[in-house]
């Protein structure tokens, strides 16, 4: 069974900082998704990668298939980025692991 | 472009009680989903379907039934409700199927808030 484990669960953080947020699992997979939960619940998609880096605005995702990880970064961090911030892998399926909530303090 | 679209946004359920969520795209994604939320775990996935007429049992299906007579409509049947379906449950697309070969981002609903007393 493919586990997904993030880390931390939670993070409270000053308006600016860097921000990381860590995603392991335990199979291969053929790509792994990040997704952004808003407080008022609505998910969205922002990245899917396979390999590499992805780079969207003050957003970076990066995935070592090696070491089966996969790190979100936040630069710059602003109030609107609080928010449940998920990893889903696809093996023979998406599994979501149970998100790390982010609460950027101004 | 409304994307995927769940109605309704809250519902309180009598135990026993039947409804339908309703999901609908207007992206012509061939890949629907339903899935459930839940304190503490991850979005589990109850059905899936790849294509109209197509649907697939997910991870946790018992007490649910879905159906797909068009490519943009997706709803989701509790037959009758019990308090474990408690949950917010959310409906996502994508272009391709997230299982095989194929990889596409998902697009989701805003979820609907179901609680069963």
């Known amino acids: 069974k493919n586990e997904v484990e993030q880390s931390p669960q939670n993070l409270t953080a000053q308006e600016g900082e860097f921000i990381t947020i860590n995603c392991s699992y335990s199979?291969?997979?053929?790509?792994l998704h990040w997704l952004q939960q808003h407080p008022g619940g609505g998910i969205v998609s922002l990245f899917m990668?396979?390999?590499g880096k992805k780079k969207h605005g003050r957003l970076i995702a990066t995935i070592n298939i090696q070491e089966k990880h996969s790190s979100l970064h936040i630069t710059a961090s602003h109030p609107r980025d609080s928010a449940v911030y998920i990893c889903a892998v696809r093996h023979e399926k998406l599994t979501f692991g149970t998100g790390t909530r982010l609460t950027i303090i101004p | 472009n409304a994307g995927v679209t769940q109605t309704p946004k809250f519902q309180v359920l009598k135990t026993g009680q039947s409804m339908t969520l309703q999901c609908a795209q207007d992206m012509n994604h061939e890949y629907m989903s339903w899935y459930r939320q839940d304190p503490g775990m991850g979005l589990r996935l109850i059905h899936y379907?790849?294509?109209?007429?197509?649907?697939d049992q997910g991870e946790v299906p018992n007490g649910y039934n879905v159906s797909r007579s068009t490519t943009e409509d997706f709803p989701l049947r509790l037959l009758s409700a019990a308090p474990s379906q408690t949950s917010v449950y959310f409906c996502?697309?994508?272009?391709?199927?997230?299982?095989?070969?194929?990889?596409?981002?998902?697009?989701f609903g805003n979820g609907t808030r179901l609680t069963v007393t």
């Open positions: 996502a697309s994508s272009d391709r199927a997230v299982y095989g070969s194929y990889n596409s981002p998902l697009h």
């Open positions: 199979v291969g997979i053929s790509a």
């Open positions: 990668l396979s390999s």
């Open positions: 379907s790849v294509g109209a007429g197509i649907t």
